[in-house]
């Protein structure tokens, strides 16, 4: 199910929304002024939101739990945590896609039973001579509330389970392969999708 803090550009859609309406107001009943202005209005007071919204933008807060693994990015109007699991030396050649569907199996049977999560598969491959590690992220995200920090408290232990699953899936799937706790750089970077990992937005 598609939640409306998903939708990156929920603004750009709103403001296309109310210049629509305006637009067609203006050409259908150029003498409705009533009208006109209404929607004139409602799009002002949105330009007037959107500008503010965008001027006190905050750069999101990022906390690491070291010990057990798991990023919390506070943004202005969402949570997010995410924990992963690596395999951190992979083989050249070996199919990895008839095990992970054992992984997706087991997590859809915890997502069915506890809705809300999201599974990322992902592949770390470095441009220097590093290892490439190859894993599964967990995430959970929810509308930021007045005590953020209960929000993430029991986000975390939500996830905390979700990541015990997951676990236990990864070293049953694949028996013969080390599965180890994601580095913070290793979780950024997969929830940036590789691309600039200092962009959290």
């Given amino acids: 199910m598609i939640r409306l803090y998903d939708i990156h550009d929920l603004k750009w859609i709103g403001l296309s929304i109310f210049?629509?309406?305006?637009?067609?107001?203006?050409?259908?009943?150029?003498?409705?002024?009533?009208g006109v202005s209404m929607s004139?209005?409602?799009?002002?007071?949105?330009?007037?939101?959107l500008f503010i919204h965008l001027s006190s933008t905050k750069e999101p807060r990022v906390l690491w739990d070291a010990e057990r693994g798991i990023v919390s990015i506070i943004r202005q109007w969402t949570l997010e945590v995410s924990c992963?699991?690596?395999?951190s030396s992979v083989p050249i050649g070996i199919d990895l896609s008839h095990s992970g569907r054992k992984v997706l199996q087991?997590?859809?049977?915890?997502?069915?039973?506890?809705?809300?999560?999201?599974?990322?598969?992902?592949?770390?491959?470095?441009?220097?001579?590093?290892?490439?590690?190859?894993g599964y992220l967990v995430k959970r995200k929810g509308l930021k509330l007045w005590r953020s920090q209960s929000?993430?408290?029991?986000?975390?232990?939500?996830i905390a389970t979700d990541l015990m699953i997951l676990e236990r899936a990864m070293r049953a799937a694949y028996p013969h392969l080390p599965v180890e706790k994601a580095s913070f750089q290793d979780i950024i970077t997969?929830?940036?999708?590789?691309l600039e990992t200092h962009a959290l937005v």
């Fill in 19 to 34: 210049a629509t309406i305006f637009s067609l107001k203006i050409y259908l009943a150029p003498e409705d002024f009533l």
């Fill in 190 to 194: 997969t929830g940036t999708g590789g």
């Fill in 106 to 134: 087991s997590m859809y049977t915890r997502f069915s039973n506890c809705p809300g999560g999201y599974l990322v598969f992902f592949i770390i491959r470095p441009v220097d001579n590093s290892t490439t590690r190859v």
């Fill in 151 to 158: 929000q993430i408290n029991n986000l975390s232990k939500t």
């Fill in 40 to 49: 004139g209005a409602g799009l002002g007071l949105y330009l007037i939101a």
């Fill in 84 to 87: 992963a699991r690596v395999l």
